[in-house]
């Protein structure tokens, strides 16, 4: 079992920034997949970015703005958000795979590859 508990959403205007932080406990020694997800409201969850094993794979439209690091000692994934724009707006989730299996790329991007998720945390940007 893994648990996965987000925090640092909040309110920010349009150009400010966000980090948000995923503190994993229980079973992380397998977790060489993680990521983040977001979901705004009426639209299905989409991916953001995600470590897969030493790689780092990012969506589009977050690339050059939001970048995913990790501390292993403290079990801890973080996510910058810079130059943060409305559309940002959503939930952001994180997700882990607990699984000893290298997985392709393409399944990075998919929300069914991740077997444990967080709570979710709100993040809101006006202009």
């Known amino acids: 079992q893994v648990q996965l508990v987000e925090s640092g959403g909040g309110l920010v205007q349009a150009g400010g920034s966000l980090r948000l932080s995923c503190a994993a406990s229980g079973r992380t020694f397998s977790t060489n997949t993680m990521g983040w997800f977001r979901q705004a409201p009426g639209k299905e969850r989409e991916f953001v970015a995600a470590f897969n094993w030493g790689n780092t794979n990012y969506e589009n439209s977050v690339k050059g703005r939001f970048t995913i690091s990790r501390d292993n000692a403290k079990s801890t994934m973080y996510l910058q958000m810079n130059s943060l724009k409305p559309e940002d707006t959503a939930i952001y989730y994180c997700?882990?795979?607990?699984?000893?299996?290298?997985?392709?790329?393409?399944?990075?991007?998919?929300?069914?590859?991740?077997?444990?998720w967080g709570q979710g945390t709100q993040v809101t940007v006006f202009s």
């Open positions: 997700a882990a795979r607990d699984s000893p299996h290298r997985i392709i790329t393409s399944m990075v991007f998919r929300a069914t590859s991740y077997n444990y």
